[in-house]
């Protein structure tokens, strides 16, 4: 066997063993091990009905207790054994930059319904995705009465572009949520008839 060859075996064993490692471990301080998927990796969506129009802002908006703006600074642990849902919930620390709506301290608990099971499988609501640690979003939450907040639909978190300014550069979907909270629909008075 060549240098070179040997050089291939040694890379694609040390490959093998990280991705290995990283399938395996949920709870690194990192987002690859939530974000990384190989060729073998399954995703399954799980759909449900509500009494709102999960896609518009205002109703979103008359459901939420709270809208914040904040950056994922770290992804905390994912729950697969929940008596609540049929869903993984995975919990994240949020920095909050700004209230739009609500009282939110400057560091909350956010957990979002959806994340990797018991045997490495995906499983998020439809049209949904896991928030990445680093990243910028616009949560629109409820508050649980233990202080968490959550978000259980892709709609309820919008993913801002992640610049210096990250206020000024991501105004005008900032001044439509606004308005939406302006605007918004009471849902919760339908939900209670």
Do not use: C, H, W
Request: glycine share 4%; hydrophobic share 40%; aromatic share 10%.
């Amino acid at each position: 066997m060549n240098k070179f060859s040997l050089l291939i075996v040694v890379v694609v064993t040390l490959l093998a063993f990280t991705i290995t490692s990283i399938e395996n471990t949920e709870e690194l301080d990192t987002n690859i091990s939530l974000t990384f998927k190989n060729s073998d990796s399954k995703v399954e969506y799980v759909t449900a009905e509500f009494i709102y129009n999960i896609n518009s802002l205002e109703e979103l908006s008359g459901f939420s207790t709270n809208i914040f703006i904040g950056k994922v600074s770290k992804y905390l642990y994912t729950d697969t054994n929940t008596d609540e849902t049929v869903l993984p919930v995975t919990y994240y620390k949020i920095e909050v930059l700004e209230n739009l709506k609500g009282n939110v301290n400057n560091e909350v608990v956010l957990y979002n319904f959806g994340g990797y099971n018991e045997d490495g499988i995906l499983t998020l609501m439809a049209n949904d995705s896991l928030p990445i640690v680093g990243e910028y979003y616009v949560f629109i939450t409820v508050q649980m009465p233990s202080g968490e907040y959550y978000v259980e639909v892709g709609t309820q978190k919008v993913l801002l572009e992640n610049t210096d300014d990250i206020l000024a550069e991501n105004k005008e979907i900032i001044k439509e949520i606004k308005k939406a909270i302006i605007n918004e629909v009471d849902v919760r008075s339908i939900r209670n008839k």
